[in-house]
C-alpha cells in the first residue's frame, strides 16, 4: 500500500534588492515538496518570459529587466502532472542612476586555444580569455566514427584534457565560451593523435578453448591468443534443436558464458577469431551440461495480484512472491479492442502501472512468472477503469449482440443489436481457411449480412466493430463452425490435408496482355507455374510466388487465342494444371471480345441487358437456356477501380448489382462458365442515375436552402515536390462528416487517405518523382459517399536545379487578413546559423495561430515542409548543407484558412564552421599541409550495357583501397536498395530492373568505420521488347549470323564444386550449347537465409566465401538469356572441418549510476558509469508524450547520449540496460522534467 501523499501549498512570494535592470525573488512552501516551479512574468516588450527553476531552490536572481519598469511575476508549483498556484508579487525596477554610469564590464573574448600533451588516446587542450569572463565553456569534436561530442567545461578553467581518441586519428577542435544566454566562437585548433608504439606486427593466432563452471543450463567458455590480437570472435555450437546458434564476442574479451542451455547433453564449441577480412580457426572444446541438481528449496511460487489507483486509462498492480525467485515477470489483458497485450518485467520489480487504458471498461490482468524455461501462474485481478470526468451530451453508439444463424458448409448469417445511438458504418472481421484477414464493411443502418466464401466443416470466430466518426467501438464477437457438405465427406477430409488448386479465370484482357486469377480452397502452395505456348510454339513458364493469387502475363500477340495452364508446386510436389483460354483483344478494341471468334458451336450468352437504373444500383439480365452453362460470372471496374467479381447460380437469368456510385460509367462483363472452361464475355456500358436531389437542384437551377445535403466544389493542387502533393477543396454547401482521398501510386496500387470532415486542406505524402497521379476526393456523410471531385498533377523529378520551380505548382497570393480581431504574421528573422542547421523565429503581432507551416527546397531543389505547433515561436531546421543559400517560408494555419508566407533568406556556414573567414581559410589551409597518407578517393561513376533489367556498372578508385563498396539505389515501387560489392571489384551488374525507368545509382567506398562518398550516375532501361521488335531482331539475326546458329536455344551443362576449405569453395559450371547473358547463383546460407549471386554471362566459374565450417549447401545455377531463366542445375557441397586446438576470465559486466547531466525544453542528455566489465551494447527504454514505450540502442564504447525530440514541462522516466551477450542487465533508472520554452503564450498550461 502506499502512504498517502501529504498536501501541497505554497506560502509567499516577494522581490528584494532591486536594481535598475534585476531583482532577487524569494519564496516559501508551507507544506509537501515540488518538482519545480515555473516562474513567469512579461517583459517590457509585453513579451510571455517562462523560466523553470528546481524544486530544490527557494530563491532566483532575475536580470536583464528595464529600467523604471513595474513588473507583475508570478510563481507556480509543479508535481507530477499537476501545477499549482499561482503565487504572485508585483514590483519595479529602481531608475538609472543620475551619476554617470561606471563603465560596462567588458566583452568577455575568446584567446587562443593550442594543443599539447598529445598521447595515443588524449590531448591536453589550453585557451586563453584576453577580456571579461565566462560562464562555462563547451568542447566540440567528432569521434572516430563522425559522431558529434560535446564536453561541457566550468567557466574557471583554461585547460582540460581529452581522453578516449583513436591513435593516428587528425581532430578538430572548437571551443564556445557560454556568457549568459550569448555563445561566443569557435576558436579552434588541430592536432593528430600520436600513434602507438609500432612493433613488429605478429600475426594474431588462437591458442585452447577450454569449458569450466559447468552447470545444468550454462557453460563458461575460456580461451588464448597466445600471438596477436584479433577484431573479433565468434563462439558456434548447436542447441538441443540441431540448430546452429552463432555469438559474436569482442577482440579484448577471452571468456564468454553460453547461457539456455539443456541439461544432460554433449555440446561442441567452435571459435572463430577474425581480423581484417580473416577468419582462423576454429578451436573448438566439448561439453556435458550437468543434470539438472534434486530440489532442496521450495520452487518459486507466486502470491497475489492486486489493484489499486484506478483511474480513467490506468491502473495500479502490485503482487507478491510467496517462495524462491523469479527470473522475470509477464503481465498480459486485452485492450479495448480485444487485442492480447503484454508487458515483460524485470524479477526485482513487484508493483507496475499499466497506462493507455479505456474508461469505464473492465480488465482482468493476469500475471505469470518466468522461472528458467518455465512459466507459472497466472495470479489473476479484475478491474473496471473510471469513467471520464466529462460525459457527452448526445448519446454514445453502443453494440448488441451478434449471433449468427442459418450455417451452411460455406456460408453464415450475421445479425446483431445497436443497444443506443447509431453508428455510420460496421465492419466484420474474421480469419478465412488460410489464416488471412478478412474485412467485410456493412452499411450503418444494416442489422444482418451474409458471410459467403467460407470452408465447410471450419469454426469461425467475428468480430464486429461499430464506426461512429472517427471511432472504433466494440468488437462483439461470436464463434460457428460451419456444417459438413453431405456428399464426399471422406474425400473431404483427405484432401484438406494438402493444398488444392481451386479455379483459374482472366479477369482483365488487353491486345498484348491478360490478367489471371485463381482461387486455393483448401491448405497453401509454396509457388505456382503459369504455362502457355506463344506465337511461335515455344513453351513459356511463368513463376508466380506461393502468396498470390493473380499474375499479368505480358508481350502476348493481339486477336490471339491462349490457353495457359497453372500448376501449384508444394514441398517437392507439382499439382494439376487448371487450364482457362482466351482471346486477347484486338489492336483497336481492348476491351471488347469479338462474339463471332469461337471456333467451335460452343455454348452462346447471347445479349447482355439492363433495366431498373438507380444511383446506386443495376439489373442485369440475359437470356440463356437453362441447364446450358454450370455457373455465370460478371466482372466490373469499380468507382476505386478495384475489379469486383459476382458469381451467379446456373438457373439464374439476371442479378442486381448494388452499392454503384451515382452519375458514373460502369462496364459489365458477363462469362459463361462450362466445364471448367470460362466463355465470354459479353459486355454492356451504362451510366448510374443521378441521385434524385441531384436531379431537383440541376432542373431547379437554384441554391439550396441552409442544412441541405452537403456538396463537393472544386478540388485544386496547389504545390508539389518530387515526393508530395498538397490538395485544396470547397464544399459550397453543408457538412462531411469526413473525407477519402484516393489515387494509384507508382505500382499501380490503391492507396485511401482519410481526412477529418473539417478539413479543407490535406499534405499527400510518399509519392515517386516525375509521376502523374489522378487524385479523387469523395465526402462521406452518414452511411453515404458523394463524389468524386478529381485534379490531376505530375510530381517534380528528383534533380530539379535550385532556380526552377515545381511543376504544376500555383503561386498563392498573400492572404488579404482583414482588420480587426484576425491573426497576423510579423516577421520572420535566423538568430543562429551553423553549417547544417538555421535557428528560425518569428512573431506574431496579433492573434493566434493553429500551426505553422515552414517550406524550403534542400540543395537538390527537392521541396520540404517542416509543421509547428501553434504555440512555438521557433524552431531548429536540421539537415541543411554547408555554404548553401536557402529561402524559408512561413504560414500560419488558422482553422481552414493558411495566411502568409513571410520569408528569409540565409547562407548556412562552411564545414569548417568558424566565426569570421579568415579562421576558415587558415584551417583550410592547415589542412591541406597535413599529408592525408593513403586516404582513398573515389574516382567516376559511368553506366554501361543498359537492357531492359539490368545496368553494368563501373567505377575508379584513384587513390588508396577500399574494404567494399555499397550501391544504392529506388525501385521503380521508390523502395531504397543496396547491393554489396568486395573492395577489390571495379564493376557490377544490377539485376532486376524495371523496363523503361530512369534510375539513379549512388557509390558508396566504405573504409574500417567511414563512409565515404557518393558518387552517382543516372540511367534509363531500355523498353521491355514486344513480339514485333523480337521478330525484327531475330530477321536482322538470320540475315548477318551463318546457318547454323540460327535457332540455338541455349541449355546448361554440368555443375562441379572444387577447392572446399571450411569457408570457402569454388563452384563451376559448363553449357552445353548456345550462351547466356548472365547467370544467377542461388543458396541459403547458414542462417537459412536465400542468397542471390548474379554473375556475367562469360564467366563460367565463381568462389564463395564467407561460408561456415562443416555445414551442408546446396547451390543452384540459373541461365539467364533475354527475359527466359533456364535451369537450374544443383549440387549439394559441405565445406571442410577446421580443427585447431585453446584462455582466461574477465569480470561480469555491471551497470553503475544513470544521471542527467542537462535538460532542455526538448532534449535531456544522459550519462552513465560501467564499474565492471563491458557490455556489448546499451538499450534506453522510456515513454514519450503520448505514453508510447521509445528505444533508443547504443554501441556498448558509449557513456552518454542526447534524447532529442522531448515534450517542455514534461516528467520523463529513463530505463538504461546493458547486453552482454544474449543477457540483459539493469535496468538502472533516472528521472528528470524537460524545460519551459522560453518563447509562448501563457497558454501553454491550462
Do not use: C
Not at 467485410?440 to 464486429?464: C, D, H, Q
Not at 547473358?1077 to 562469360?1098: E, H, M, N, R, W
Request: proline residues 8%; aromatic residues 8%.
Amino acid at each position: 500500500m502506499e502512504k498517502p501523499t501529504s498536501p501541497l501549498r505554497l506560502g509567499q512570494l516577494t522581490a528584494s534588492n532591486l536594481m535598475p535592470n534585476s531583482l532577487d525573488l524569494s519564496w516559501t512552501v508551507e507544506e509537501g515538496n515540488f518538482d519545480s516551479f515555473i516562474i513567469q512574468y512579461r517583459d517590457a516588450q509585453n513579451r510571455s518570459q517562462a523560466l523553470p527553476v528546481d524544486g530544490n531552490l527557494r530563491s532566483l536572481h532575475l536580470h536583464d529587466l528595464v529600467p523604471s519598469y513595474r513588473y507583475q511575476i508570478n510563481l507556480y508549483g509543479v508535481s507530477g502532472r499537476k501545477r499549482l498556484g499561482p503565487i504572485s508579487t508585483e514590483a519595479e525596477t529602481a531608475p538609472l542612476p543620475t551619476t554617470p554610469p561606471p563603465p560596462p564590464p567588458p566583452q568577455p573574448t575568446l584567446g587562443d586555444l593550442s594543443v599539447s600533451d598529445v598521447t595515443s588516446n588524449s590531448i591536453l587542450l589550453s585557451w586563453s580569455v584576453p577580456t571579461g569572463s565566462f560562464d562555462s565553456f563547451s568542447i566540440q569534436y567528432k569521434d572516430a566514427e563522425g559522431k558529434p561530442q560535446m564536453l561541457p567545461v566550468e567557466g574557471e578553467s583554461r585547460e582540460i584534457t581529452v581522453p578516449n581518441l583513436v591513435p593516428s586519428r587528425r581532430y578538430k577542435f572548437n571551443l564556445y565560451g557560454i556568457s549568459g544566454r550569448k555563445r561566443v566562437g569557435p576558436i579552434s585548433a588541430d592536432t593528430v593523435t600520436a600513434s602507438l608504439p609500432q612493433e613488429p606486427p605478429v600475426p594474431p593466432s588462437l591458442g585452447q578453448l577450454s569449458a569450466s563452471d559447468i552447470t545444468s543450463d550454462s557453460v563458461r567458455l575460456s580461451w588464448t591468443v597466445p600471438t596477436g590480437s584479433f577484431d573479433n570472435f565468434q563462439v558456434q555450437y548447436k542447441d538441443a534443436n540441431g540448430k546452429l546458434q552463432t555469438i559474436p564476442v569482442e577482440g579484448v574479451l577471452r571468456e564468454i558464458i553460453i547461457s539456455n542451455l539443456a541439461p544432460s547433453r554433449r555440446y561442441k564449441f567452435n571459435l572463430y577469431g577474425f581480423t581484417g577480412r580473416k577468419r582462423l580457426g576454429p578451436i573448438s572444446t566439448d561439453a556435458v551440461t550437468a543434470s539438472p541438481p534434486a530440489e532442496t528449496r521450495a520452487p518459486p511460487s507466486l502470491g497475489q495480484l492486486s489493484v489499486s489507483n484506478v483511474t480513467s486509462d490506468s491502473v495500479h498492480l502490485t503482487w507478491t512472491v510467496h517462495t524462491g525467485n523469479f527470473d522475470s515477470f509477464l503481465i498480459q489483458y486485452k485492450d479495448a479492442e480485444g487485442k492480447p497485450q503484454a508487458l515483460p518485467l524485470d524479477a526485482s520489480t513487484r508493483e507496475t502501472t499499466i497506462t493507455s487504458l479505456s474508461p469505464s471498461r473492465r480488465y482482468k490482468f493476469n500475471l505469470y512468472g518466468i522461472a528458467g524455461r518455465k512459466r507459472l501462474g497466472p495470479a489473476s485481478a479484475d478491474a473496471v477503469t473510471a469513467s471520464p470526468a466529462k460525459k457527452e451530451e448526445s448519446v454514445q453508439p453502443s453494440l448488441g449482440e451478434l449471433s449468427i444463424s442459418d450455417l451452411t458448409s460455406n456460408s453464415a448469417l450475421l445479425s446483431w443489436t445497436v443497444l443506443t445511438g447509431s453508428f455510420d458504418s460496421f465492419l466484420i472481421q474474421y480469419k478465412d481457411a488460410e489464416g488471412k484477414p478478412q474485412s467485410l464493411p456493412v452499411e450503418g443502418p444494416s442489422r444482418k449480412v451474409t458471410v459467403s466464401n467460407l470452408a465447410p466443416s471450419r469454426r469461425y470466430k467475428f468480430n464486429l466493430y461499430g464506426l461512429s466518426g472517427r471511432k472504433r467501438l466494440g468488437p462483439v464477437s461470436s464463434e460457428a463452425t460451419t456444417v459438413e457438405p453431405e456428399e464426399e465427406e471422406k474425400e473431404e477430409e483427405d484432401e484438406r490435408r494438402k493444398p488444392r488448386l481451386g479455379e483459374l479465370l482472366v479477369s482483365e484482357t488487353n491486345s498484348d496482355s491478360v490478367r489471371l486469377f485463381w482461387s486455393v480452397p483448401v491448405g497453401r502452395f509454396d509457388s505456382f507455374l503459369v504455362q502457355y505456348e506463344d506465337g511461335d510454339d515455344d513453351v513459356q513458364t511463368v513463376p508466380v510466388d506461393g502468396d498470390s493469387r493473380e499474375v499479368t502475363i505480358p508481350n502476348l500477340a493481339p486477336s490471339q487465342r491462349y490457353q495457359f495452364d497453372l500448376y501449384g508446386i508444394t514441398g517437392g510436389e507439382t499439382l494439376g494444371p487448371i487450364s482457362t483460354d482466351t482471346f486477347t483483344a484486338s489492336s483497336a478494341q481492348e476491351q471488347q471480345v469479338k462474339e463471332t471468334s469461337t471456333p467451335t458451336p460452343e455454348p452462346n450468352l447471347g445479349e447482355l441487358s439492363v433495366s431498373e437504373v438507380t444511383s446506386d444500383s443495376v439489373r442485369l439480365s440475359w437470356d440463356v437456356p437453362r441447364e446450358t452453362f454450370d455457373s455465370f460470372v460478371v466482372q466490373y471496374t469499380d468507382a476505386e477501380n478495384k475489379p469486383q467479381e459476382i458469381p451467379v447460380d446456373k438457373d439464374t437469368n439476371s442479378v442486381v448489382i448494388y452499392y454503384l456510385v451515382p452519375f458514373y460509367r460502369y462496364t459489365f462483363y458477363l462469362y459463361g462458365i462450362s466445364e471448367r472452361r470460362r466463355l465470354g464475355p459479353v459486355s454492356i456500358s451504362i451510366v448510374t442515375a443521378i441521385t434524385e436531389d441531384e436531379k431537383q437542384k440541376e432542373e431547379a437551377h437554384e441554391e439550396a436552402p441552409v442544412g441541405m445535403e452537403p456538396r463537393l466544389g472544386k478540388l485544386t493542387v496547389s504545390e508539389v515536390s518530387n515526393n508530395a502533393a498538397h490538395l485544396t477543396w470547397t464544399v459550397p454547401q453543408g457538412n462531411f462528416d469526413s473525407f477519402s482521398i484516393q489515387y494509384k501510386d507508382a505500382d499501380g496500387r490503391n492507396q485511401a487517405f482519410p481526412v477529418a470532415g473539417g478539413s479543407r486542406e490535406a499534405m499527400i505524402p510518399n509519392l515517386t518523382p516525375s509521376h502523374k497521379y489522378r487524385f479523387n476526393l469523395y465526402g462521406i456523410s452518414g452511411s453515404r459517399r458523394l463524389g468524386p471531385i478529381s485534379a490531376n498533377a505530375v510530381t517534380t523529378a528528383m534533380t530539379t536545379t535550385h532556380d526552377e520551380k515545381p511543376q504544376n505548382v500555383r503561386e498563392e497570393p498573400v492572404t488579404e487578413v482583414p482588420t480587426g480581431t484576425e491573426s497576423r504574421l510579423g516577421k520572420l528573422t535566423v538568430p543562429e546559423v551553423t553549417s547544417n542547421a538555421a535557428r528560425l523565429s518569428w512573431t506574431v503581432p496579433l492573434g493566434t495561430f493553429d500551426s505553422f507551416l515552414i517550406q524550403y527546397k534542400d540543395a537538390e531543389g527537392r521541396s520540404h515542409m517542416l509543421p509547428v505547433g501553434g504555440g512555438s515561436r521557433e524552431v531548429v531546421v536540421p539537415n541543411l548543407v554547408p555554404s548553401h543559400k536557402y529561402k524559408f517560408n512561413l504560414y500560419g494555419i488558422s482553422g481552414q484558412q493558411r495566411l502568409g508566407p513571410i520569408s528569409a533568406n540565409v547562407l548556412t556556414t562552411a564545414s569548417a564552421t568558424t566565426p569570421d573567414e579568415k579562421h576558415h581559410e587558415v584551417g583550410e589551409e592547415a589542412a591541406k599541409e597535413v599529408p592525408r597518407e593513403t586516404e582513398p578517393r573515389l574516382g567516376m561513376l559511368t553506366v554501361s550495357e543498359v537492357t531492359s533489367d539490368s545496368a553494368h556498372l563501373t567505377w575508379t578508385v584513384p587513390q588508396g583501397n577500399f574494404d567494399s563498396f555499397s550501391i544504392q539505389f529506388k525501385d521503380a515501387g521508390g523502395t531504397p536498395r543496396a547491393l554489396p560489392v568486395g573492395g577489390d571489384s571495379r564493376e557490377a551488374v544490377v539485376p532486376n530492373l524495371t523496363p523503361s525507368h530512369k534510375y539513379r545509382f549512388n557509390l558508396y567506398g566504405i573504409s574500417g568505420p567511414r563512409r565515404l562518398g557518393p558518387i552517382s550516375a543516372n540511367a534509363v532501361t531500355t523498353a521491355a521488347e514486344t513480339p514485333v521488335q523480337r521478330t525484327e531482331e531475330k530477321e536482322e539475326t538470320e540475315k548477318v549470323l551463318p546457318e547454323p546458329s540460327k535457332i540455338v536455344q541455349p541449355s546448361m551443362g554440368d555443375l562441379t564444386v572444387s577447392e572446399v576449405t571450411p569457408d570457402s569453395l569454388l563452384l563451376s559450371w559448363s553449357i552445353r550449347e548456345g550462351s547466356f547473358d548472365s547467370f544467377l547463383i542461388q543458396y541459403k546460407d547458414a542462417v537459412g537465409k536465400p542468397q542471390t549471386l548474379p554473375v556475367d554471362g562469360a564467366m563460367r566459374s565463381l568462389h564463395l566465401y564467407n561460408l561456415v565450417p562443416s555445414q551442408r549447401y546446396k547451390f543452384t545455377v540459373f541461365g539467364v538469356s533475354g527475359q527466359k531463366r533456364l535451369g537450374p542445375v544443383s549440387i549439394d557441397a559441405v565445406t571442410a572441418v577446421e580443427e585447431r586446438p585453446q584462455e582466461e576470465p574477465t569480470v561480469q559486466p555491471r551497470l553503475g549510476d544513470l544521471s542527467v547531466s542537462k535538460a532542455t525544453s526538448d532534449s535531456v542528455s544522459l550519462s552513465w558509469s560501467v564499474p565492471a566489465g563491458t557490455f556489448d551494447s546499451f538499450l534506453i527504454q522510456y515513454k514519450d508524450v503520448e505514453g508510447k514505450p521509445q528505444v533508443l540502442p547504443l554501441s556498448g564504447s558509449s557513456r552518454e547520449v542526447t534524447i532529442p525530440g522531448l515534450a517542455p514541462s514534461r516528467r520523463y522516466k529513463f530505463n538504461l540496460y546493458g547486453i552482454s551477450g544474449h543477457k540483459r542487465l539493469g535496468p538502472i533508472s533516472a528521472d528528470t522534467i524537460t524545460g519551459q520554452e522560453l518563447s509562448l503564450h501563457q497558454s501553454l498550461w491550462h
